[in-house]
């Protein structure tokens, strides 16, 4: 733990510093169109904007990440995101707010591919599930945090976004002055069509249906408490439980993810998703709301890492950039469909279609997940190695055959195969 903070720490705190910003922007976007009269239906189509800028950031960012390595490209998606969030603040409408959010959402996308490629590149698979929820922990911390900066300030001011222009801006001194060693990219490492999919279905499945929840469930949830005359504080920490309980759980099950079969572990997350999204009931009794709550928000959040973790396994490592692009290409493409979808259920059957929904979808996931792991054999493991981290040497020069997988017993043989 110690070589990897050593390695990525301060990328991991700049990334953080994003989540931190980017985090309650989200919902801040919502509470204020929400607050300004703007119909459901709109307000799903400007949270959609957003994910469609994400989608087609992560299908370009690549280019720019090749050419001018990972700092910089770092820092040129950073000055976007500044840019089109204090943009908000300039005119209130639905139209350019779309646009803005759009904007935000393609700068976005390179900022998480840029540090979720330089960490699946310094990490072996060994310990990638251990390193994405180091990351994942970080970033969910400060998510969480950033849903109490709502009530710093009234949502019409304009103190909350330059708050979350600042905090990027922070940001990018982290990540632009860190002495870490920054991945080689090598050119002409584009995936083939079809080539993610064949390798690892499970995960493009999972980052799909994780991108369809998150999606639905961060968009919409603040515009019922809004509509339900909740105050923001009481929204706020609603959003923050869902958030913490993502934090509780990222460690303990990506140790599970380096020990057993990630598709069976994102599975297994799935359907305990799908349980708990029907067990819980606006009128329940506190203490079991607020439990049932914490689980939805840790079930939600585990899907998506180990699906990456997942694919990475199954890729050799000068893939990284773009196996991080296309997952969250894939993610995205779920999460524009999430919050339109779960408008349309939410007009019609209230809070309790939202949940049904999004139940349905981890469910029909799970389905998928667990027939593939009782059906089809993982590859081979190799035995642990040690997280080695030396300038100018990657993690594919320690472990790099397309196949590896993880294991958490040292020095243990299993069977070979082929098939995914």
Partial sequence: MIAILTAVGSLILGISLIQLANGYMGTLIGIRLSAGHVEPVVIGVVTAAYFAGYVTGALLCHRLIQRAGHIRAFAAFAALVVGSVLGHALYFHPAPWAVLRALTGFGCA?????????????????????????????TYATFAGSQFALNLASPDEFTLFALAAILICA???????????????TTGSRLRAGELATAAPVAVAGCFVAGLITGSFYALVPVYGQSSAYSLLQISSYMALAIFGGLLLQI?????SDRFDRRLVAGL??????????????????????????????????????C???ANDRMPAEHAVSVSGRLIVISGAGSILGPLLGSGVMSVFGIRGLFDFMAAAAALFAVFALTRT???????????????????????????????????????????????
């Fill in 110 to 138: 390179g900022l998480f591919v840029a540090t979720e490629s330089w960490l699946a590149v310094k990490a072996t698979s060994a310990n990638r599930g251990t390193v994405f929820a180091t990351y994942m922990v970080a």
């Fill in 171 to 185: 940001a990018l001194v982290v990540v632009a002055t860190t002495r870490a060693e920054q991945p080689v990219v």
């Fill in 374 to 420: 009782l059906r089809v054999r993982p590859p081979p493991f190799k035995s642990r190695r040690p997280f080695l981290l030396v300038p100018g040497i990657l993690a594919h020069d320690v472990a790099h055959a397309p196949a590896e997988a993880r294991t958490g017993v040292p020095g243990r043989l299993r069977r070979t195969t082929a098939e995914d």
């Fill in 269 to 306: 997350a799935a359907l305990a998703f799908a349980v708990v999204a029907q067990l819980i009931a606006p009128g329940a009794r506190p203490h079991w709301f607020f439990l049932c709550w914490l689980l939805l928000g840790g079930f939600m959040s585990v899907i998506y890492p180990v």
């Fill in 252 to 256: 303990p099950v990506a140790r599970l």
């Fill in 308 to 310: 990456v973790a997942h």
